[in-house]
């Protein structure tokens, strides 16, 4: 079995009534993904365009694909007839060009903003002040082809639960703090949080949108 029926079932169960759940499926075959569709998962995340545009042909027309790592501008157009939610905006230029490409395909492309909440430096993401400019910026209301809809954020990679918590709760703040007005193409309504080591946490500190990869998959390699 590709997938943990168990484990999936279990989440579910944990999740019903306060978030929903994307299937990461980065470095897994179609066969995975397939496994966990015929179980009624219809909600996917990849990371890497290439990947994601071979599993889209290949696959079930009615999964809804969510792009969750770093994307670079010039990729926008091999994925923006189909995305379903694009997670990991961290540039107003990136945004610009999510609405050219979406604009050229005629849909409007829902968008997280990507915060950066971890102590590590590594990870991709807006700070507080960089949100700021963007939530601010009198371009903004211009792009009409995207919608923010929300955040997303990635607490540290550890052991220590009470960094992670921390950092979570961060986000949540933030989300709460930017959630209080809205425009037409930004209403934030979605806080994307928690992963396979985390998402228990994630989901105590208001998360309505978890990523999980391994705890169904198994480990990537
Ligand atoms: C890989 C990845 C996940 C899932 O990680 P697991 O620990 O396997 O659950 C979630 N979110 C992002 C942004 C990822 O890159």
């Not at 230029?93 to 609405?99: D, G, Q, R, S, V």
């Not at 809809?149 to 703090?177: H, P, Q, V």
């Not at 978890?210 to 990537?220: E, P, Q, T």
């Amino acid at each position: 079995m590709p997938v943990n029926k168990e484990k999936y079932q279990q989440i579910l169960l944990e999740l019903k009534g306060k978030a929903e759940l994307i299937a990461v499926s980065k470095t897994k075959s179609l066969e995975h993904i397939q496994a966990l569709y015929d179980l009624g998962q219809r909600d996917f995340g990849e990371n890497y365009v290439q990947e994601l545009m071979e599993k889209q042909e290949k696959l079930p027309g009615d999964i809804r694909w969510h792009f969750i790592g770093h994307l670079q501008k010039n990729k926008v157009k091999y994925i923006a007839s189909f995305i379903h939610l694009i997670q990991s905006v961290d540039s107003f230029a990136l945004l610009k060009e999510i609405n050219k490409q979406a604009l050229k395909n005629d849909r409007i492309i829902h968008c997280l903003l990507q915060i950066h909440i971890a102590k590590e430096e590594t990870k991709f993401g807006l700070d507080i002040n960089e949100l700021k400019d963007l939530v601010n910026s009198p371009e903004l209301n211009t792009l009409k082809n995207i919608k923010i809809t929300g955040l997303m954020g990635m607490a540290s990679f550890s052991n220590d639960e009470n960094l992670i918590r921390t950092e979570l709760m961060y986000l949540k703040k933030i989300f709460d703090k930017n959630k209080a007005f809205s425009f037409f193409n930004y209403q934030l309504s979605t806080l994307s949080m928690g992963m396979s080591g985390d998402y228990k946490i994630a989901l105590e500190e208001g998360s309505n949108l978890v990523r999980i990869g391994s705890l169904l998959f198994g480990n990537r390699n």
